[in-house]
């Protein structure tokens, strides 16, 4: 396996970074997780814009062009002879000295890492054996005014902290006023008398990459959509439900909190139409 660190690829037993790195020190970092399908990364266009932003939210001006960033990941996975890939993408601030507000950013730390997964599309298969299970737990969501929403940091505790509440393949986290906010690792969609619905993002809720085409693809086949503030109730009397994010795509949730979900025919429709969009432009 090799790994791109710093501007080079290097074998992953070589492949480190410092103890004084932000990013180790502070979590002060961004990062994006994408999938790869035939080489080529799905939806790059969203992803590094997300990552922009996430930059921004960080005031981390890390100089690097993102037609740099774009030919990293596509050298690692061309050295590691994937194309079909999880794909990891972090910048930090780098190593600075040992003080809580950063100086301004000379020598970012970029690392890409990649792993193999099954092709996607209508020819592929599933990175999950089983429809998901999941709990609503007590680890709230950080409130936007907080944390960005939006950013996507190396400080990932909250989402930890929300897995080790839940016996469960994902935990589901409320906002500050009891509502549905996201998974740990996932956005939440639900069904009920054939309208799709989801958490608005005016809530503490991840703009999703695959959330927005999943959306853009219930547009397009006519599926009513609802974004709004929901209930836990709400979700647990829900006709069918499942989860989204780059790995999963679109993965149907089986229970929540033991009511009984999983998929129907609106989450059957858009899995169809989402592996099409794949092999369409990938394959």
């Not at 502070?26 to 799905?42: C, I, N, S, V």
């Not at 709400?234 to 790995?247: G, H, Y």
């Not at 009511?259 to 989450?267: D, S």
Request: proline content about 6%; charged content about 25%; aromatic content about 6%.
């Amino acid at each position: 396996m090799y790994f791109h660190v710093n501007g080079d690829l290097v074998p992953a037993a070589e492949a480190t970074v410092s103890v004084r790195d932000r990013g180790f020190m502070y979590g002060d970092a961004a990062f994006e997780t994408l999938r790869a399908y035939g080489g080529d990364p799905f939806e790059w266009d969203a992803h590094a814009d997300r990552l922009r932003s996430t930059c921004d939210a960080l005031a981390l001006d890390h100089g690097v062009p993102e037609a740099d960033l774009r030919a990293r990941v596509d050298e690692t996975l061309a050295a590691n002879d994937m194309e079909d890939a999880y794909v990891k993408l972090s910048i930090s601030r780098g190593v600075q000295p040992g003080k809580l507000s950063p100086d301004p950013v000379e020598d970012p730390t970029v690392v890409v890492y990649v792993s193999d997964l099954p092709r996607g599309g209508v020819a592929g298969e599933s990175v999950w054996d089983a429809p998901a299970t999941a709990e609503v737990v007590e680890t709230r969501r950080v409130p936007d005014a907080a944390l960005p929403a939006s950013a996507k940091t190396h400080n990932y505790l909250n989402g930890i902290l929300a897995r080790l509440d839940a016996d469960a393949d994902e935990a589901v986290t409320l906002d500050a006023e009891g509502a549905i906010a996201e998974g740990a690792t996932s956005n939440l969609f639900f069904v009920r008398d054939g309208v799709l619905k989801t958490p608005s993002l005016d809530g503490p809720v991840l703009p999703g990459i695959t959330r927005r085409v999943v959306l853009e693809l219930a547009a397009d086949a006519g599926i009513p959509t609802e974004t709004g503030s929901y209930s836990p109730d709400a979700v647990r009397d829900a006709d069918e439900a499942f989860l989204t994010n780059s790995t999963w795509e679109l993965r149907p949730l089986a229970r929540l909190d033991g009511a009984e979900l999983g998929a129907g025919p609106v989450t059957d429709r858009l899995a169809g139409a989402f592996d099409e969009r794949v092999e369409r432009r990938h394959y």
